[in-house]
């Protein structure tokens, strides 16, 4: 026989064994073969005593491997629900054959019928049987529930005089995992440095460079990688920078710059940081990525802050619109108090503005810091000093609550530096008592939650 057309009818013997092949692994679901497949794919949980609906938004994960089901995203703090409604679903093809329920009391379980409602308190664990009467699998059941306040600020004095010699004026940052406190003495500028997760070892480092006329407030570090630098605004609206916090040099661009805002968060993610500069007379927004060339934008407004605000830049992973640079406090051109926070956002080739509108306490020398996701004012009243929290972008704010307050130890300040770190500290340093002289401290608070 030719080789070809034995060649061909190999060929169609083969498609046929593997036809047949499929046919019969497909034989279970119309034979009416049971499956032998005991896992949970979906689990819901709700409850009509939940008002809030705290549980229909908690995602439970099913933990295959370790046969675990729980809630990553703790539930609020001693949330209470005793009843509730559980949906289970396995293989879309199979109902289970049976699911018991295993109670945390006693050591009790029963068999479930899938639709009775259940104690969210008591539950321990789920066993479910296949549809073949025959496997199953048995996942420990874990509702993550806060014991304590997660929203209590716990705050810890570092140390009492982080600065051995007389100071004037003071600004810390962080930079190159080290807090820089740079500060004024006499008529000499010094620098003190500490590990970022330290803060009360301070060792004083030489500084070169550095004029004792420049605005301690201006002193701005920018960690982003490939354009880590320090820069401070000179007396004359020129401008200083530092590859290292030590060794400054002044920037020669002739250009007068009247206020640098910090880093701006950009759709593009494209590098920028937003400043002020005067041009022909005009005050104008410009982006720069090294304060020596600039690009203009759009005319800065008259109650827009260029002295003496406090600033931060924000952004919303979840939500693509929202990069924002955040001032709060200040001085405008003229020198007047503005008692406004004002988001400015790059959009269209310009800087848009949105204002706050003046608001009913006061923040002139607070501090506006990003933490959990949230906005934060350090306020100065009579009282004390107090925190004022925005949770949606600045619209309103609330003052924070007794579980927020600083310690009965913590001197009345204005002017402090804030700083937030990756583990979730917020750090506070110095600024000025009521009567003006420069407090030595160091302050570091956490929320209670990112320690449970």
Known sequence: ????????????????????????????????????????????????????????????????????????????????????KLSITGNENYQFGKVVLYLKDKDTSYVWNQKDSVSFKRLAAIETQAANGKTTKKYEFTAN????????????????????????????????????????????????????????????????????????????????????????????????????????????????????????????GEFKILAVVKESGVLKYASTKDLNSFITLNEVANNIPVKNFSSVSFENPEVFSTKYIITAGGTDSDGAAINNVFLLQERGGEIKVHDSKSLSFNIQNSRIFAYDSNLYLLTTETAGNKFYISENYTVTWKAAGANQVLPEEFTTRTGASVITDSNNYIWIFGGKSTNNIQIKDVWRGRLNKFTL
């Open 1 to 84: 026989m030719d080789l070809k057309y034995i060649y061909q009818i190999a060929t169609v013997l083969w498609f046929v064994v593997l036809f047949s092949s499929c046919l019969n692994n497909n034989q279970g679901v119309e034979s009416g073969e049971l499956s032998g497949n005991a896992q949970i794919y979906t689990i819901n949980i709700s409850s009509s005593k939940d008002a809030d609906r705290v549980l229909t938004r908690t995602k439970f994960t099913i933990d295959q491997l370790e046969n675990k089901i729980y809630n990553k995203e703790t539930l609020p703090y001693l949330f209470s629900i005793d009843s509730i």
């Open 145 to 268: 529930i806060y014991q304590s306040d997660p929203y209590v600020l716990n705050w810890t004095g570092i140390t009492e005089n982080y600065l051995p010699v007389s100071t004037e004026e003071q600004k810390t940052v962080v930079f190159n995992s080290k807090f820089f406190s740079y500060i004024k003495s006499g008529s000499t500028v010094k620098v003190f440095t500490s590990s970022s997760e330290d803060g009360k070892t301070w060792v004083e480092s030489s500084i070169t460079g550095l004029p004792a006329t420049i605005d301690f407030n201006s002193i701005t570090a920018i960690n982003d990688t490939g354009n880590a630098m320090v820069y401070a605004q000179n007396a004359d609206k020129s401008i200083y920078k530092s590859t290292n916090g030590l060794n400054w040099s002044k920037v020669a661009s002739g250009i007068q710059v009247e206020a640098i805002y910090g880093q701006l968060p950009t759709s593009s």
